[in-house]
């Protein structure tokens, strides 16, 4: 896989602006775990995953998280370059969730191509517009939507992602992916068991009833 | 007061730009209470106050609202106009808290000199990375920061923004302000009062103690 094929608007660069990004872009390959962007300590560059899965999250003085967003193949994240941006006054944190590999264009010359660019700048418009939809939608999440609902959301989305009916994932990792705590998530998965929706075991939930995840999920 | 010394890249954009601006800028004057933008249902375009304020909040299903930000003299908003990016996926309602003057620049202009003008579309960026920051915030407050001290930090902002120690404001609206019930407003503001914090009379909250907020706040 090359990146003049994965950038969206390669082409509507000119051979300068290519030869730029060419002659600084830099190949990474990171193990399940690793932690790659800490909040304003470090401000990598631009970002495109090339296979793998990274996950975009928050953390609290307390060390509580929430997951903003994922990151899966072809996804361009930015906020890795957020000191480009001076606008940009919040910090995430970015892991890996799989072994991943990414390119990383460094922030001065996405910065500098930026500058010259209105197909580069209305590119990384879209991508902010649509990183804050999904923040909204989350925050609405959070507001609005009861956690019965959220959690279930949670599994369905765990099932589709992995593949696979049988999860392994602790309450304590769901609840600090929802912004809640290990004893209500817990409870919550209790009561699914109750209703017939999961099977619980050491490590591992296991989707019995999809459909009535489902109906929950959109009640 | 003109648009020209109002819109911060007025200088770099070519005076073909600023004709068409200039050509098809409307001018508004809304009174208090007004409601000028509503979600998905219009694409007014690119909104500068002139005078008054602004608040943009978002609306549950059941009606329930949260405040995301206000915009003030000079201030521009971008969300008036998010059909011209089509990574927008949420809706706001805008609604005049003042008798409020703005100008309005159609979409389909502003989105045409983005397509066109780098300094225009890095512009774009830096306003939605601030509002995009602010909202970042408020999800923080909400996760994180328990009740007591959102109310403290909202009860001395009004008084920041009204010039006046004598507010003139429900426990409804504070309520709706910070997504929670008036109820538990009201029962935090008794507690408040009981703190000597504020005196609480018919409509209206009297800070009495800003310092002892202040902490609150901070703490």
Redesign the interface.
């Known amino acids: 896989m090359k990146f003049e094929s994965s950038f969206p608007i390669w082409d509507k660069l000119n051979t300068d602006q290519q030869a730029r990004i060419l002659g600084s872009l830099a190949s990474h390959r990171v193990k399940k775990g690793a932690v790659i962007h800490n909040g304003s300590m470090d401000c990598t560059g631009l970002l495109l995953v090339k296979s793998g899965q990274l996950r975009v999250y ?1 953390l ?3 060390g ?1 998280e ?1 997951t903003l967003y994922r990151l899966f193949e072809l996804d361009m994240c930015l906020f890795s370059a957020s000191c480009m ?6 910090d995430v944190t970015i892991a890996a969730e799989k072994d991943t590999e990414f390119w990383v264009v460094p922030t001065e010359v996405y910065k500098s191509i ?5 197909p ?3 590119y ?10 999904d ?6 999440q ?3 939507k009861s956690l019965d609902r959220r959690v279930a959301a949670f599994l369905l989305e765990e099932a589709s992602i992995e593949g696979t009916d049988q999860l392994k994932i602790t309450h304590e990792t769901i609840a600090s992916h929802l ?1 809640s705590h290990r004893e209500v998530i817990t409870r919550m998965l209790r009561y699914f068991q109750n209703e017939g929706m999961v099977r619980l075991s050491r490590g591992a939930i296991e989707i019995a009833d999809a459909d009535k995840l489902e109906e929950l999920r959109d009640s």
């Open positions: 928050i609290s003085e307390e509580r929430i941006l001076r606008s940009i006054q919040f930026l500058e010259e660019s209105a580069a700048a209305n990384t418009n879209e991508l902010m517009a649509s990183r804050f939809s923040v909204m939608w989350l925050m609405e959070i507001m609005w912004g």
